[in-house]
């Protein structure tokens, strides 16, 4: 999987080291093993920004996780079912981005379905 570029471009005259290992290590290793399917992987991923509520970085894997094939039904349930074990404000601002980010695909023609 290729990195979001757009997620951590501005980082890259800061901290070129950092944008590189997330490029090479993180999305191009990483999220390569075979061990679990994307799919898997963008569920896990979500699960663990709304835990430790990563709001910023939940935007980029919520827009991962439908490309993934993950449905916005399967992600409001996850999301639903976090709330009881990772603290209902992180749920309920997750539930808020998850609704930006589908606003946002519905506005260019991809609903997420």
Known sequence: ???????????????????????????????ERPGLSK?????ITIAALVALYRPDDL????EIAL??????????????????YAAWPSANSAMYKLMEVLDARARQGEDGA
């Open 39 to 43: 799919r898997d992987r963008s569920l």
């Open 67 to 84: 490309d993934h094939g993950l449905t916005r039904e399967e992600i409001a349930e996850a999301i639903t079912h976090l709330a009881f």
């Open 1 to 31: 999987m290729r990195a979001p570029k757009a997620s951590i471009a501005g980082l890259r005259p800061v901290a070129p080291a950092f944008c590189d290992y997330t490029e090479r290590l993180l999305f191009d290793e990483i999220w």
């Open 59 to 62: 935007a980029i894997h919520l």
